[in-house]
């Protein structure tokens, strides 16, 4: 390229007279014309180019000329030129600021810019672009023997001369056609391995490896698994006659080689090789490779259990899974283990995981697969209870977007609210009960349910008494007490449940139990509380008797029973006789009067008063046993006794000699019988009917 500035110098040296003569006669046009200002205006003023950024670009770069009086808008008369009058194209125009792009021809130089046929002043600019180097981007091909034409493909090869050429490795290529992005060279003799590439005028591409020699192809292996120690034949081409440095790989693993030919190579598996592709190696060329597993396949026997939720550990059952931890893949994602041996595999299934048949992978190898179906996990509810129309949030994992879910209460769909990987809002419908609230992806993945309680909560209003005693009925008005269940109660501050006498869904009457104090009462449906009414709570000293008039009486006769705290009033107190519940003649808070009720039997006799049982007084509701006579004085075996009195029942009680009980051969209320057996010794003769033992009478047993 010629100097610009050079050029321009002494073009300008060689006008240097005739410029002098322009000068001075601009400065007598320009005096002529100031003196003639007063008569006319200046006609056009030139415009001023004060900077040209950047100062130094590249030819077809675009520059921006800074300055004033440009105008707003191109004339036709109006451009910008560089050195040597190479005219710009124009991208922008305004009065102050040009935007152009530096000519593929421009050269180093002064810049004007003019307007509607008037020059501005004039601004160096350095335009040097830099010598483009050549760029190799591929080759036909990246293998093959001498005298073979490989094609390069790049840029700025420019035209063919001598100083330009293709190399291999150093060694030049000889050229078949050439153009600035294209060459075809064909690969010389004794060329190595090693880069290609382009050389022009001394300035060298970049390189592209380049192997010139045949390539190694495997197509075929006789065996595509087989054990440490077997052998492999392996079909192809251009192994060579003969092995020299070639070698073949086992993922990597040299193996031993038993015989090599060009086509045919049989190579020993070797111990610790890992799953991978099996090939050849020779002259640093390496060839394609195939598949090759020096294991037995790995085989899934079982998974336990098959169906699983987010989080849930997994077991894999089988063989051949080897002893190195690998991969668990489920729907052909691949998940870690958290343990492994050759035969169990455990794994714990993650928040993405979905299902899809569940294997193992060793070195790459998949085994068969056990389908499992995975469903989200729900952890926890946000409320425990709500009512039909309120808001739940079902909180877990693997709730995914919602696209392929829904939300169920008790199996039956619920709208929903918002749904994201964690967390699904539900709306309970009216008309809804308590249930297990849960998740369905894919209308088959059901989550576990939390227990969720669905109460209209009840309202208390009244009670008709505000202050009680324990025992006493009371009852209580509302709204929304529903029907009676097991799972509704009343209690008394939070903790003493009362006794219930009839229950709808507007009243209820119940008995204020024993031991409760002051506190709020309230309905409780599923654990759902109602508001409050305050109680106050009256204690009373439980009924205590001290002693009954006769400690024994017949059905109808009249019992004193005295004591303390049986209450001035009855109320619902009564008289009890072993259980029975006796008629009452008279009742004050020491002294009731009971007449002794039919069917007692023989027990304590007490006070009930507010549900509280007093102690017992021993009550016997019959006439006591009591022996008049023995029908003889002496007896021996075998011999007949009669025993005569009162009080023997008609039902048989215990006769006894001495310590020895004797069975009768009869006995009613007023005679027993019985013959003397073998053995018996003198004693008194006795009677004991409910625990109560009657007098006794001597009885000598002779020989």
């Keep these: 390229m010629k100097d610009g500035r050079t050029r321009y110098k002494v073009a300008m040296a060689e006008r240097a007279p005739a410029a002098l003569l322009l000068v001075a006669f601009a400065t007598v046009v320009f005096l002529l014309l100031a003196a003639m200002w007063p008569h006319f205006a200046l006609a056009q003023v030139a415009p001023v180019l004060d900077a040209i950024d950047p100062a130094q670009a590249d030819p077809v770069a675009e520059v921006t000329l800074s300055g004033s009086g440009f105008g707003d808008t191109q004339g036709k008369k109006s451009g910008v030129e560089f050195a040597w009058h190479t005219s710009a194209d124009i991208v922008s125009w305004s009065d102050t600021e040009i935007v152009a792009v530096v000519p593929a021809r421009a050269e180093d130089g002064y810049v004007h810019v003019t307007v509607d046929g008037t020059d501005s002043n004039e601004v160096w600019f350095v335009a040097s672009a830099p010598e483009l180097q050549p760029r190799l981007d591929t080759l036909s091909t990246y293998m093959a023997p001498p005298g073979t034409d490989v094609t390069f493909y790049g840029a700025n090869f420019g035209p063919k001369k001598t100083s330009s050429y293709p190399t291999f490795a150093g060694v030049k290529g000889q050229v078949k056609s050439w153009s600035d992005t294209e060459i075809v060279a064909t690969v010389p003799k004794g060329a190595e391995s090693g880069w290609a590439g382009v050389v022009v005028d001394g300035i060298a591409s970049n ?9 190694l192809v495997v197509t075929a292996l006789d065996k595509i698994e087989g054990l440490p120690g077997d052998t492999v034949t392996i079909s192809g081409t251009a192994f060579g006659k003969k092995q020299e440095t070639g070698w073949v790989t086992f993922a990597g693993t040299p193996g031993a080689i038993v015989s090599w030919s060009d086509t045919e190579i049989v190579a020993t598996v070797p111990d610790g090789a890992d ?31 098959e169906y699983v939720l987010v989080g849930d550990t997994v077991t894999i059952a089988g063989q051949n899974f080897g002893d190195e931890l690998d991969t668990v893949v489920v729907g052909g994602v691949p998940i870690a283990p958290v343990t492994w041996s050759d035969t169990e595999v455990t794994f714990t299934v993650p928040e993405t995981a979905t299902q899809g048949y569940a294997g193992v992978q060793r070195d790459g190898v998949t085994s068969n697969g056990v389908f499992i179906t995975i469903a989200p996990r729900v952890d926890a509810l946000s409320i425990w209870w709500t009512e039909p129309g309120g808001t739940v949030a079902i909180r877990g994992v693997g709730f995914g977007d919602g696209s392929d879910g829904w939300a169920g209460l008790s199996g039956q769909p619920v709208p929903v609210v918002s749904w994201s990987e964690n967390e699904v809002v539900v709306t309970i419908p009216e008309g809804s009960t308590s249930g297990f609230l849960g998740v369905v992806r894919r209308d088959w993945a059901t989550s576990n349910g939390e227990y969720l309680v669905v109460q209209t909560p009840a309202t208390v209003t009244g009670v008709d008494a505000a202050t009680v005693t324990p025992g006493q009925q009371i009852t209580i008005d509302g709204a929304d007490f ?143 046993p009591a022996i008049d006579s023995v029908s003889v004085e002496t007896a021996s075996q ?32 007023t005679e027993v019988v019985f013959d003397v057996p073998v053995g018996l010794a003198s004693g008194y003769v006795g009677i004991t009917q409910d625990d109560v033992i009657s007098n006794g009478v001597w009885l000598e047993i002779v020989p």
């Excluded at 390189?207 to 390539?215: I, T």
């Excluded at 799953?275 to 998974?303: L, R, T």
């Excluded at 039919?598 to 304590?604: D, L």
């Design 207 to 215: 390189g592209l490896y380049f192997v010139p020699h045949d390539p």
């Design 275 to 305: 799953a991978g592709y099996v090939g050849v190696v020779k002259n640093g060329i390496v060839s394609n490779g195939i598949f090759f597993i020096p294991f037995e396949h790995p085989a899934v026997e079982s998974v336990s259990p």
């Design 482 to 624: 529903g029907t009676a269940a097991p799972t509704s109660v009343v209690l008394i501050d939070g903790v003493h449940e009362c006794a219930i006498t009839s229950w709808s869904d507007t009243q209820i009457m119940a008995t204020v139990p024993d031991g409760v104090g002051p506190g709020y009462l309230g309905v409780f449906k599923e654990a759902v509380s109602s508001n409050g009414i305050w109680l106050e709570v009256e204690t009373v000293d439980p009924p205590y008797v001290d002693a009954i008039s006769s400690w024994w009486g017949l059905p109808g006769d009249m019992v004193t029973i005295t004591g303390t705290g049986f209450g001035d009033l009855q109320g619902t107190g009564y008289p009890v006789f072993a259980g029975t519940p006796a008629g009452v003649v008279s009742w004050s808070d020491t002294e009731v009067i009971a007449t002794v009720p039919a069917g007692a039997a023989t027990g304590y006799a007490g006070i009930v008063q507010n549900e509280i049982t007093s102690n017992g007084a021993f009550f016997m509701p019959y006439l006591p």
């Design 638 to 669: 075998g011999d007949r006794v009669t025993v005569t009195g009162e009080g023997f029942r008609d039902v048989a009680g215990l006769l006894t000699v001495g310590d020895t009980v004797v069975t009768p051969t009869s006995w009613t209320v």
